[in-house]
Every structure is written in structure tokens, then in C-alpha cells.
């Protein structure tokens, strides 16, 4: 069964910065591309950067130079190392494994980034 637990949100001041994990489990991980997407209060869900299992990455326009994507196949992690945070980050994020594969479809239960004076 798969399992995606993130962790790491919380309250912060703009111009902070926070780190989220995510723990995933019941795939084979390391051949995965992982993704990290968000939802704000109102609005659709949105990607925000994915890694493939070569390291290849992709960030959304909004979060490039102020977000970084990595992760650990020994840990079966994915983070997203997040700097310089604006109010419009504020969101749920979720991660998520991308593949076609009906497993895939799984998403985890979120962790709340809230930025905010």
C-alpha cells in the first residue's frame, strides 16, 4: 500500500524559510519520479517541482530560485528546501509519486505552510 507522510510545515514569517519531508513507502522509490504540489485555501490544486530518479528538475515559475527539490533513495525521501517565503506561498503541500500506474494515484495528507507577520 502506498504511503506518503509529509511533515515539516508551519507558521512563518515572510522572508523565512522552512524544509518539508515527505516519507514515502510501498514503492519502489528510487526509480520514481517524486513531485511536491500545492493548495492554496480557494484555489485548484498546483505543481510545484518535481525530481526524477536521475535527478533531473523542474520547478514552477513561481518558486524557481527560491525553492530547492532533493532527495534521499537511502531514506526513501523527498524534500523541498523552501527560502525567501511570500505570503502566496501559504498552501497545503502534498508530494506524490508521478507515474500512470493506478498506485500512483495516492496522495498523502499534506502539511500546512502558513506565511504570515
Known amino acids: 500500500q502506498v504511503q506518503l507522510v509529509e511533515s515539516g510545515g508551519g507558521l512563518v514569517q515572510p522572508g523565512g524559510s522552512l524544509t518539508l519531508s515527505c516519507a514515502a513507502s510501498?514503492?519502489?522509490?528510487?526509480?520514481?519520479?517524486m513531485g511536491w504540489f500545492r493548495q492554496a485555501p480557494g484555489k485548484q490544486r498546483e505543481f510545484v517541482a518535481t525530481?526524477?530518479?536521475?535527478?533531473?528538475?523542474n520547478y514552477a515559475d513561481s518558486v524557481k530560485g527560491r525553492f530547492t527539490i532533493s532527495r534521499d533513495n537511502a531514506k526513501n525521501t523527498v524534500y523541498l528546501q523552501m527560502n525567501s517565503l511570500k505570503p502566496e506561498d501559504t498552501a497545503v503541500y502534498y508530494c506524490?509519486?508521478?507515474?500512470?500506474?493506478?498506485?500512483?494515484?495516492?496522495w498523502g495528507q499534506g502539511t500546512q505552510v502558513t506565511v504570515s507577520s
Open positions: 506524490k509519486a508521478i507515474n500512470g500506474a493506478p498506485w500512483a494515484r495516492s
Open positions: 510501498g514503492f519502489i522509490f528510487s526509480i520514481n519520479t
Open positions: 525530481i526524477t530518479s536521475s535527478g533531473t528538475i
